[in-house]
């Protein structure tokens, strides 16, 4: 059973930074596709960063040259390191995993990250 648990929400000021984790485990975590979502109140749930088996990355234009996302495989570990954090990145930030891109198949329980003006 796949389980993907997410850490490193929190508050931060307008500016600041956080990093977010996603542990993952019973899966080949190293052959797996991993990205992490965001959806703010009534709006959709988006893609904000993906990395492939390869280490391709991806990034939602909105969050480009101020997200990073990384992996570890040796610990089963995805970051995503927010810098310049703007008020509209609140949301709940969702880790995903998926055998292809963009990973879709499991869902970690989210992370609340919220950015004071």
């Known amino acids: 059973q796949v389980q993907l648990v997410e850490s490193g929400g929190g508050l931060v000021q307008a500016g600041g930074s956080l990093r977010l984790s996603c542990a993952a485990s019973?899966?080949?975590?190293?052959?797996?596709?991993m990205g992490w979502y965001r959806q703010a109140p009534e709006k959709q749930r988006e893609l904000v960063a993906a990395i492939t088996s390869g280490g391709s990355t991806n990034y939602a234009d909105s969050v480009k040259g101020r997200f990073t996302i990384s992996r570890d495989n040796a610990k089963n570990t995805v970051y995503l390191q927010m810098n310049s954090l703007k008020p509209e990145d609140t949301a709940v930030y969702y880790c995903?995993?998926?055998?292809?891109?963009?990973?879709?198949?499991?869902w970690g329980q989210g992370t609340q990250v919220t950015v004071s003006s």
């Open positions: 019973g899966s080949i975590f190293s052959i797996n596709a």
């Open positions: 995903a995993q998926g055998r292809y891109y963009p990973p879709t198949r499991y």
